[in-house]
């Protein structure tokens, strides 16, 4: 990925856990890297293609004089946040908050914060059999595309479907969505359980009736494990209900272990149940 950088912007804020900081002041420096695609810009010589590096400045600037943080970790997070809310064109950035006159008392040249954020890739699968099902499940896709971390976020056309898992219910639902989000693995499942609670998701009887189901399937090409979450979602290979709308959105997404694309598992899936 290509870099713009910007090297010490000096800033006189106001941040810091003293009182005195947030009246007096001080000098803070942050650097920061904006990673994009600069090729369509380099060979056109078109500004609307690239990111205006002098805008950004001047947003930095702004955006550190007009709040008062106690932890420059706080205003790290602001500035990321920001920058890719604001620039389509930003598939990540790299902040480095830097404060030379910290009240620490002992000699020291800067103390700083630097983090990286940025979009991923994330494939969802949605359902409901209880009530309004299609209802409860364009609901909830609003509210993905209303968050200010989500972005791209496309739905696919709804499938009836059998119950899974054994349990006499009304048939299901579903869907799939994919989006790309600056919420870590954890932060979206978080937010996806709020929008279950909106529609009063009940959670009584495993893969029993639900007023709507929000799974995180693949987040990037992430493998990762908790009590809570597990991503890649376990068992979707053996899942028609899952693969059929992916393969809608995206059917070449291949599974980072199984390494096969959502094409390949559904018609293996097929395939299997056909021999069956």
């Known amino acids: 990925m290509d870099e713009i950088r910007i090297q010490d912007l000096e800033v006189y804020a106001y941040h810091g856990v003293y009182e005195q900081e947030k009246e007096k002041g001080q000098r803070f420096y942050v ?9 369509p810009a380099g060979k056109t010589d078109d500004l609307t293609r690239s990111v205006n590096y002098g805008e950004v400045c001047q947003k930095l600037t702004a955006w550190m004089l007009e709040n008062k943080f106690d932890l420059i970790e706080t205003v ?25 006159e910290a009240p620490i008392g002992l000699p020291f040249e800067s103390v700083s914060v630097k983090i990286e954020r940025g979009w991923h890739k994330v494939c969802l699968s949605i359902g409901s059999n209880i009530g309004d099902r299609e209802k409860y499940l364009t609901d909830a896709v609003a509210q993905l595309k209303e968050h200010k971390a989500n972005r791209n976020v496309k739905c696919s056309s709804f499938l009836v ?48 009736p639900r007023t709507l189901d929000m799974d995180i399937l693949f987040y990037d090409k992430l493998v990762y494990e908790d009590e809570e979450l597990i991503i ?3 068992d979707m290979e053996n899942r028609e209900f899952v693969l059929v709308p992916l ?25 299997r149940e056909k021999e069956s």
């Open 31 to 39: 650097n920061a890297v904006l990673f994009l695609d600069t090729k």
């Open 247 to 271: 393969s809608e959105l995206a059917p070449n997404y291949r599974h980072p272990i199984l390494q096969r694309t959502v094409t390949q598992l559904l018609s293996d899936l097929r395939k």
């Open 232 to 234: 890649p979602h376990v």
């Open 76 to 100: 790290a997070e602001r500035l990321a946040a920001g920058l890719l809310e604001t620039y389509p064109l930003l598939q990540a950035v790299s902040i480095e908050v830097r404060k030379p």
């Open 161 to 208: 479907t059998k119950p899974y898992g054994g349990v006499e219910q009304e048939d299901f639902l579903n869907g799939a969505v994919t989006l790309e989000t600056t919420l870590d693995p954890k932060e979206l499942l978080t937010f996806l359980h709020e929008i279950e609670a909106n529609a009063n998701r009940k959670r009584e009887i495993h893969w029993g």
